[in-house]
């Protein structure tokens, strides 16, 4: 069986050998989870060239002992000066550390490793996250077909006049759990009529009306990955305006579904779909970008703009365009793609032809 974790951490060594630092303390939960497997609420990575240490408290020292493999195990309330004893005879000079890291805890690095070169480094294992290896994607892929099922069963629940958009929330989120959902990925976007036209409207207790489309943007947590879909649907009937903007933004996410591959540039990738809406005359009512990669964290790297940086296989990244029209309403429809080298794979699979309820 292929020991996933270790192949992580030989990625993080390989790029930790392109860096300037000796060795690197990693103190987000989300990358200790990603490099050993380990779910607590405290923990401590060193790893250099000579070692890889794991510190935690007393509380996780079993949990550490039977899910941390490949590491030293320390027990202690004191991370770093348990970490700054070890390496002391090292050689070592340069350590890095995530730049995301707090005031006060850079203040207590710079204490407890008065003798080192402290250096910022900027998104290090984000980056390595960017490419998923097998585990990760059938993780997620799990995640998207416990969306995907939601969806269907929530067309049958939504009733004009009667449904409110909190109930929608709510039913999506508990059905997802039903079908083995630890958690939503995030608040549940359900938006109807005018609310529609705020991309982000979170659900309401407004009643979903007959006349009205209804944006469901949702996702869930299936061990620690996310899935992320929107679907538009129509309540009642659809006007021809509505059915016209629903097959522009369909043509733009079909679009991107056909030229995403690896080495497809960010620039491209946000820039097929936007000429496709552009040139349907509604390119200033797209108004955000086109997608972001997901998987620990539901918003993660890449991010899609004016970039030469290319799409690699293995990354998994939304494919989300709309158009919002304000006071009137919006439309939008987002899937999430595997990025391949010859292509792409569609993760979610909920129905995207224009429905009407
Ligand atoms: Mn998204």
Redo the contacts with the bound molecule.
């Keep these: 069986m292929t020991d996933y974790f270790e192949q992580r951490l030989e990625n993080f060594e390989a790029a930790l050998s392109e860096t300037a630092v000796d060795g690197i303390l990693v103190t987000n939960l989300t990358n200790i989870y990603y490099l050993t497997g380990f779910q607590g609420t405290n923990a401590t990575l060193f790893i250099s060239k000579k070692r890889r240490i794991f510190v935690t408290d007393a509380r996780y020292t079993l949990i550490a002992k039977d899910v941390v493999k490949n590491f030293d195990l320390v027990e202690s309330r004191d991370a770093l000066g348990e970490i700054a004893k070890i390496i002391a005879e090292d050689g070592i000079s340069a350590i890095g550390f995530d730049s995301q890291v707090t005031f006060g805890f850079y203040q207590q690095l710079q204490v407890v490793f008065e003798s080192y070169e402290l250096q910022p480094l900027e998104n290090f294992i984000e980056n390595i996250r960017m490419v998923k290896d097998e585990s990760e994607i059938a993780t997620i892929r799990k995640a998207c077909s416990i969306s995907d099922k939601a969806f269907l069963d929530v067309l049958d629940f939504i009733k004009p006049g009667q449904t409110t958009e909190l109930d929608v929330a709510n039913f999506l989120d508990f059905r997802m759990r039903e079908y083995g959902a630890s958690g939503i990925s995030f608040d549940t976007i359900v938006a109807s009529g005018y609310r529609s036209a705020m991309p982000h409207g979170r659900a309401s207790e407004k009643v979903i009306l007959a006349g009205e489309s209804l944006t469901m943007?949702f996702g869930c947590y299936y061990n620690h990955y996310v899935s992320?879909m929107?679907r538009t649907v129509h309540v009642g009937h659809v006007s021809d305006e509505e059915r016209e903007i629903y097959d522009i933004i369909l043509r733009a996410n079909q679009a991107l579904i056909e030229k995403a591959k690896a080495g497809l540039s960010y620039r491209d990738y946000d820039g097929i779909p936007r000429k496709i809406i552009t040139d349907a005359g509604y390119g200033p009512q797209f108004s955000h970008g086109i997608?972001?990669g997901?998987g620990l964290d539901?918003h993660e790297f890449p991010y899609f703009g004016q970039s030469d940086e290319s799409l690699k296989a293995g990354m998994v990244v939304?494919d989300?365009p709309g158009i919002y029209l304000d006071g009137k309403y919006g439309l939008r429809i987002?899937d999430d793609l595997l990025i391949t080298e010859t292509g792409c794979e569609v993760l979610t699979h909920a129905p995207k032809e224009l429905i009407v309820l």
């Design positions: 943007d992320d929107t997608g972001h997901m539901i939304t989300e987002e």
